[in-house]
C-alpha cells in the first residue's frame, strides 16, 4: 500500500516536472539543418544554372534595365497605379458605407455596382472604356430625357488610353475595396457603436474618429494585397496602347526580337515593386496591431500558474 502511494506521488512529481519550463529541453536539430542544407544546395543549384544559361541573354537584360524608355514605362505604371488606388479607396469607401447603410436604394445600388465590377474581367471593361465612343459618339451635360444641354463634348477627345485606364482600373478596384473596408467595419465591435451613439456621435463622426481607426487592423493586409494586385493588373493597359512597363518593353522586343531578355526586365522590376511594397505593409500592419500585442503581453503576464506544478514543482518548501 506504501509503495503504490509512493508510485502514486512519484508520477505526479514526473508529469509536473514534464509541464515545467524549467525542465524544457529543445528538439534535436539535426534533421532541421540537414533541411536547410538541402534547400540551400537546391537554390544554389538553380541560380548557377539560370545565370550560366546564355539563352537568358544577361548581357541585354543589363543593358536595357535602366533605359530611359523603360523607366518611363515604369513610371507609368507607378502613377497609374496610385492614382487608381486614390480613387479606388475612396469611391469604395462610399460604397461600403451604403452597403452597411439602412436605406434599401443605397444597399441595392451599390450592391449593383460590386456586382457588376467583379463579375465582369478588367481587360474586358478597360476595352470597353477605349472604345466608349463607338456606343457614344458625344457626351453631354444637361437634364436627362428633356430639357436644354449645357455642353458637350466628343468622346474621343475625352477617352484617350490614359483615361480609359484610370476609369477601368479605379472602377474596379472600388469594387474589390468597397467589400474589404466593409468587412473591417463589420470585424469592429458592436459595443463601439453603442457607445458612440451614447455620447450622442453622429454616424458619419463615428465613422471619422472611432469606427475606421479601429477597422483598420482587418483592413490593411487584404489592402495591401489588393495594391499588389494592382500593379500587376496595369500590365493589361498595353492592350489599348498605354504606355506602361510592359508595353515599353514589348515595344523594345518587337525592334530588337529579344523577347525573353525584356521579359525579365519587366519581372524584375514588378519583383522591385512589390517586395517595396511587401515591406512597407509589414510595418503598416505593426502600427496598427501595436494595441493587440501590448494586451496579448500583459495577458501572457498575469497567467496563473498552474496548481500542480506550483504544488509539486522542485524547491517547493511547503
Known sequence: MT???????????????QRDVRYARAPGRLGYRLLWVLVLFIAADA????????????QVVVQWFTEASVIRGLGVTLGLTVISMVLGVALGLLLAVARLSNHGLLRGVAGLYIWFFRGTPLLVQLIFWYNLSTLFPHVTLGFPLVGPVYASWN???????LTAAIAGLALN?????????????????AGQVETTQAFGMSRA????????????????????NQLIS?????????????????YSVQSVYNRT?????MLIVAVIWYLIITTVLNVAQSAIERYYARGTRRNE?????????DPAVSQLAPGDKS
Not at 468622346?155 to 488610353?161: A, S, Y
Request: aromatic share 4%; net charge positive; hydrophobic share 45%.
Open 297 to 305: 503581453t500583459i495577458t501572457r503576464r498575469r497567467a496563473p500558474q
Open 155 to 161: 468622346t474621343n477627345d475625352l477617352i484617350t488610353p
Open 47 to 58: 541560380i548557377w544554372i539560370v545565370a550560366n544559361n546564355p539563352n537568358f541573354e544577361w
Open 230 to 246: 494592382t500593379i500587376k493588373a496595369t500590365s493589361l493597359v498595353s492592350v489599348i496602347a498605354m504606355g506602361d512597363l510592359l
Open 173 to 189: 478596384e472600388a469594387a474589390y475595396m468597397a467589400e474589404i473596408i466593409r468587412a473591417g467595419l463589420l470585424s469592429v465591435d
Open 257 to 261: 526580337f529579344e523577347v525573353v531578355p
Open 3 to 17: 509503495r503504490r502511494v509512493s508510485d502514486n506521488v512519484g508520477d505526479a512529481s514526473s508529469s509536473a516536472r
Open 205 to 224: 463622426r463615428a465613422l471619422r474618429r472611432i469606427i475606421i481607426t479601429q477597422a483598420m487592423r482587418s483592413i490593411i493586409p487584404p489592402t495591401g
